[in-house]
């Protein structure tokens, strides 16, 4: 089921909606290097795949720090997408409920 409430993907918006919502670009690349990958991934591989993806795109170079620091509270936020490695020092995976492509579930909503 979608989280309603998602805010890394908007594009089921309408135009006119979406220009007026705040959405966490950097949260959603650090979202979308995960899906990428298919697996877990460290602050160093996350660092390193950020740069060479988006650095063409984004004027704002994100450093080991912010990227360490997003992810950490990424991973603390009441619905986590992404979730620490157990036993693995600065590891993390996608949580195992979130795919980004699930339609939300109408018949819960009733």
Excluded: H, W
């Amino acid at each position: 089921m979608t989280d309603l409430f998602d805010l890394t993907n908007v594009d089921d918006l309408p135009e006119d909606v979406r220009k007026d919502i705040n959405v966490d670009l950097f949260a959603k690349r650090i979202i979308d290097l995960f899906e990428l990958a298919q697996r877990d991934l460290s602050i160093d591989e996350i660092t390193v795949a950020y740069y060479r993806k988006y650095s063409a795109e984004d004027t704002d170079i994100k450093l080991k720090k912010q990227i360490m620091s997003k992810v950490y509270n990424m991973s603390r936020e009441r619905n986590p997408k992404i979730k620490s490695v157990e036993g693995q020092k600065g590891v993390y995976s996608l949580c195992s409920g979130y795919d980004e492509g699930k339609d939300y579930d109408k018949e819960s909503n009733s």
